[in-house]
């Protein structure tokens, strides 16, 4: 790629070595200057091929720096620098013939992104073209994808109840539609509750029931123990007459006898930062299904593509589609690259952290009590480990753990863990206590 010339318009000296630093680091030419004498001088002889020009310079204002461009340069690219990030200035400086601004304090990886893309100084990833409406569908070549949909054809050769399992934004109802699609077809009465709305009297559940072949209940972990026993009641008698599909985060919040029935088929869909290999195929196929929306041709940088790779994604493929969604509307030449994407909401594995993540998700899933499922997920664990390595002696597990061993007992009972000590260890545990006492 040959060595492009940067002209950059600023009287900040700070800013002008700052950006100098940086362009020359990315392999470009650069020129600087700070009034109209020496723009005029570096086009004439430097011949730019992109200009950063400040908005508001003491004795020199962008605007006039812009119109004299344009006349005398009409195809050079133009981004505008400022710090006054007002509606005003934005279509202000558009209108006189800016392709972009750029809101100081300056974000190197974004001016460096945003000359890339005026440049074409891009790699694409994934090319998309507007075609007729593109239907959802499960994609990715990973194991658990294969998985998910070899058992999605299974539940839909036959009526059996089937239990869809995963964290929220997997893809849970995407699943119970394809289910509906390949078996009972989309022509066939189809009816959504959500678990926490669901009645907890059988003869509320049999009239909601009754007006669909088939009934998705989604977060059916949220309803209510009485609901829950209430529809066991409908599906036992075989009063019900429409098919049942429901989802869960949590299959522990489910009573034993209805998990058990409605688990005719079980589908876990998976975490996306569990399936990352399928993130190139998930984002094209979501950018397909906005380009046959929008009519509009979209593509997806190699750089842009690796960010997404990278991200957490606690929110799952529900967080991908709405990422590409935002960034694919922001990107007025249609290409998707690292400056289209949201900021915040992307962070490299360096600054990522997974327990922050998992206790994000935690959260999330366990609304109401995540404190108490948090420890009882990670305690129990712990202290069985704690006294396996210690052969179930309770003082040196209690020494391991760094608490005191009246207190580690009290866990195990807590836990229903206390089986673990046999009884002549309890019984030397207590004389110990005593003598120390």
């Known amino acids: 790629m040959p060595r492009a010339n940067i002209l950059v318009v600023d009287d900040d000296a700070a800013v002008c070595w700052a950006l100098e630093r940086a362009l020359r680091q990315a392999g470009y030419e650069v020129a600087i200057a700070a009034s109209l004498p020496q723009v005029e001088r570096c086009v004439q002889v430097r011949r730019p091929e992109l200009a950063l020009i400040d908005w508001r310079m003491p004795g020199l204002s962008g605007e006039t720096v812009l119109r004299w461009l344009r006349e005398r340069s009409p195809a050079l690219p133009t981004l505008v620098m400022t710090a006054y990030g007002t509606v005003e200035v934005t279509v202000a400086a558009l209108q006189v013939g800016a392709r972009d601004v750029l809101v100081k304090p300056l974000d190197l990886d974004q001016v460096l992104s945003a000359i890339a893309r005026h440049l074409g100084h891009r790699e694409v990833a994934l090319a998309i073209a507007p075609r007729k409406p593109v239907e959802p569908h499960l994609v990715g070549t990973s194991v658990p994808i ?8 299974l539940a839909a050769l036959n009526r059996a109840p089937v239990l869809l399992l995963g964290p929220s934004g997997s893809g849970r109802s995407l699943a119970a539609h394809l289910i509906h699609r390949y078996g009972a077809g989309t022509q066939t009465p189809w009816l959504t509750t959500e678990g926490a709305e669901l009645p907890s009297d059988p003869r509320q559940l049999l009239a909601v029931g009754r007006t669909a072949s088939c009934w998705y209940i989604r977060e059916l972990d949220r309803a209510s123990v009485h609901s829950q026993r209430a529809l066991l009641q409908c599906i036992d008698t075989g009063a019900l007459p429409c098919r049942l599909l429901a989802s869960a985060a949590d299959e522990r919040a489910l009573t034993p006898e209805l998990a058990m029935t409605v688990a005719s088929h079980v589908i876990c869909l998976p ?53 590409l969604e935002t960034a694919a509307a922001s990107a007025t030449d249609g290409c998707i690259d690292r400056g289209c994407l949201p900021l915040l909401a992307l962070r490299s594995p360096q600054t990522a952290s997974p327990a922050l993540a998992a206790a994000q998700a935690f959260l999330r899933d366990h609304a109401g009590q995540a404190y108490e499922r948090w420890l009882e997920h990670w305690e129990r664990p712990l202290l069985s480990c704690a006294l396996m390595q210690a052969h179930g002696n309770l003082s040196q597990a209690a020494s391991a753990l760094g608490v005191h061993r009246g207190t580690l007992r009290r866990r195990l009972q807590r836990l229903g863990m206390d089986s673990a000590l046999g009884s002549d260890d309890t019984a030397s545990e207590d004389r110990t206590d005593s003598v120390a006492r």
């Open 271 to 323: 975490a996306l930062a569990a399936i990352r290999e399928d993130i190139p195929l998930i984002a094209a196929h979501l950018l397909a299904r906005w380009a046959a929306r929008a009519q509009r041709a979209v593509s997806l940088t190699e750089d842009a593509l690796e960010q997404l790779s990278m991200h957490t994604w606690p929110g799952n493929v529900r967080e991908l589609a709405r990422v």
């Open 146 to 153: 294969r998985e998910c949909c070899r058992r999605i054809g």
